[in-house]
């Protein structure tokens, strides 16, 4: 049985395309090349993890065709939400479970199993801006109302995270890996109330996608650090490759 994961599908088989980006390179057709990467590594008995930015659909009448898309895939399909996934409303995620059938497993508030492990984890949050840069294009400031904006942001999804471990402990579980769509931290933090969450419970790994394009991978912490290792799993990031995780 193995475990992986991948995130920003941002499939729009029903809705306009937001990000013309997704028109060239490693954007054009990723549909087709990542059915044929998952056909190819994932087996019926393995879990996929998907981290977020599902689609642009603004409800679910909008996502039909992407979830037919992400059902049909192999293997046991377990979703996080992402910053763009309009459809899911938080409180009604349990529907949104019942709707589904068991066919996908949307985790908010809780987590899922993956053999002696529990996959928890949230959306998150990072302050992204606006900076204002200097001719050299160092930060030198940076928008304060957005950054406390941000902060009640990352609060609120740091009980989320919270309820995620708490929900999975309570269940009996001891070995955590922490799921994330945006990065732990931001590009002005070393740590923030994530990683030291991770840290608190004894997460694993921290698995976390949001940062897309070349400059953009190096945004947050990539490798081991205090015992924990953290992984980008972006889909442009792995080439739609998903990464295997366990």
Not at 65 to 86: Q, V
Not at 180 to 185: E, I, K, N, V
Not at 200 to 226: K, M, P, T
Request: aromatic residues 12%; glycine residues 10%; charged residues 30%.
């Amino acid at each position: 049985m193995g475990l992986y994961a991948i995130g920003d599908l941002h499939l729009h088989f029903q809705t306009p395309l937001h990000a013309r980006g997704q028109l060239t390179g490693l954007w054009k057709d990723h549909e087709k090349r990542f059915r044929r990467n998952c056909d190819a590594l994932i087996g019926p008995g393995d879990t996929l993890v998907l981290l977020g930015d599902h689609s642009w659909g603004r409800d679910l009448a909008e996502c039909e065709e992407d979830f037919r898309y992400i059902m049909a895939l192999p293997g046991r399909k377990i979703l996080f939400r992402g910053n763009h996934d309009m459809f899911w409303d938080v409180k009604k995620t349990p529907q949104l479970n019942e709707r589904f059938g068991g066919a996908l497993t949307f985790v908010q508030n809780s987590f899922a199993a993956c053999g002696d492990a529990a996959l928890v984890g949230t959306k998150g949050f990072v302050f992204e801006g606006p900076f204002y840069l200097d001719r050299r294009r160092r930060i030198v400031g940076w928008d304060e109302e957005k950054e406390r904006q941000a902060e009640k942001l990352v609060r609120r999804e740091a009980e989320r995270l919270r309820a995620s471990f708490e929900a999975a402990r309570a269940a009996g579980y001891r070995r955590f890996l922490m799921f994330l769509h945006y990065p732990p931290t931001s590009i002005l933090e070393e740590r923030s109330v994530f990683t030291d969450m991770a840290e608190e419970y004894g997460a694993e790994q921290v698995i976390y996608a949001h940062c897309h394009g070349e400059d953009r991978f190096h945004d947050s912490i990539l490798g081991e650090r205090n015992g924990i290792l953290y992984r980008l799993v972006s889909g442009d990031h792995l080439r739609w490759m998903p990464e295997r995780i366990l």
